[in-house]
């Protein structure tokens, strides 16, 4: 679970000193700022970080490379009719016009546009960022406007992606109804088979079918007859 705490402490780094750039004078802030008149610990913070979750993104997208049991993911995660039909079928549910809700696959349409967003987002931001990182470099072989636009994305950007973890990702991972108090899978990678029973069944029982079938192709173990060693002949008597 490495890459993924790197992940988050980074992009809670960002965030926050990236903001205290642009609200020097909130009280928050402050700390960052005090010793700017002699180091540029802020800036130097939010670029350790951005390099953190530069890497985590790179990892992560080696990872689904190089690893074939991984494809399954990508096919999951790949938008399609199903989701859209989800997401009318959760608003229908949420205003009382359905009985019950939509049954999600392994990953719902709402996972789906985040981990999307996240990927975007984070390229967005990446090339934004490193506009203004070098901003000689920018400003010498590009035009003026690009280090500006660079400038305008980079903040709405993070505007932006705060926003939505802050409203849809605490929302679906802490208040929403089937996960609260809290979804626990961020922290032991597991998620329990009583939550897929209740929202994704159907995604439970092909997951069931998939390891019966696995335990029956499996070669059946050889009985073993316990054998007792050789007992050392007792001693001649003297």
């Given at each position: 679970?490495?890459?993924?705490?790197?992940?988050?402490?980074?992009?809670?780094?960002?965030?926050?000193?990236?903001?205290?750039?642009?609200?020097?004078?909130?009280?928050?802030?402050?700390?960052?700022?005090?010793?700017?008149?002699?180091?540029?610990?802020?800036?130097?913070?939010?670029?350790?970080?951005?390099?953190?979750?530069?890497?985590?993104?790179?990892?992560?997208?080696?990872?689904?490379?190089?690893?074939?049991?991984?494809?399954?993911?990508?096919?999951?995660?790949?938008?399609?009719?199903?989701?859209?039909?989800?997401?009318?079928?959760?608003?229908?549910?949420?205003?009382?016009?359905?009985?019950?809700?939509?049954?999600?696959?392994?990953?719902?349409?709402?996972?789906?546009?985040?981990?999307?967003?996240?990927?975007?987002?984070?390229?967005?931001?990446?090339?934004?960022?490193?506009?203004?990182?070098?901003?000689?470099?920018?400003?010498?072989?590009?035009?003026?406007?690009?280090?500006?636009?660079?400038?305008?994305?980079?903040?709405?950007e993070?505007?932006?992606?705060?926003?939505?973890?802050?409203?849809?990702?605490?929302?679906f991972?802490?208040?929403?109804?089937?996960?609260?108090?809290?979804?626990?899978?961020?922290?032991?990678?597991?998620?329990?088979?009583?939550?897929y029973?209740?929202t994704?069944?159907?995604?439970?029982?092909?997951?069931?079918?998939?390891?019966?079938?696995?335990?029956?192709?499996?070669?059946?173990?050889?009985?073993?007859?316990?054998?007792?060693?050789?007992?050392?002949?007792?001693?001649?008597?003297?």
């Amino acid at each position: 679970y490495f890459p993924f705490a790197a992940d988050g402490l980074a992009f809670t780094t960002l965030v926050i000193t990236g903001f205290a750039l642009k609200f020097p004078d909130a009280i928050w802030a402050r700390p960052l700022l005090v010793w700017e008149g002699h180091f540029a610990f802020r800036g130097s913070l939010h670029r350790a970080a951005a390099v953190v979750l530069v890497a985590t993104m790179g990892f992560h997208l080696i990872y689904l490379a190089v690893k074939p049991s991984e494809r399954g993911f990508v096919k999951a995660m790949l938008p399609g009719f199903k989701d859209v039909t989800d997401m009318v079928g959760v608003f229908r549910y949420n205003l009382g016009l359905a009985p019950t809700g939509p049954q999600f696959a392994r990953f719902n349409y709402a996972e789906k546009l985040e981990y999307w967003a996240l990927l975007w987002g984070t390229i967005l931001m990446m090339v934004s960022g490193f506009l203004l990182w070098f901003n000689n470099f920018t400003l010498r072989y590009f035009p003026k406007w690009v280090s500006d636009a660079a400038t305008a994305v980079h903040y709405y950007e993070a505007v932006l992606a705060t926003l939505s973890i802050l409203l849809w990702h605490f929302y679906f991972v802490i208040f929403d109804p089937n996960a609260y108090p809290m979804e626990t899978s961020w922290l032991t990678g597991r998620v329990d088979a009583e939550h897929y029973r209740h929202t994704r069944p159907e995604y439970l029982r092909e997951l069931e079918e998939e390891s019966q079938a696995a335990s029956e192709e499996a070669p059946p173990k050889e009985d073993q007859a316990d054998i007792e060693p050789p007992k050392d002949d007792p001693p001649a008597d003297a």
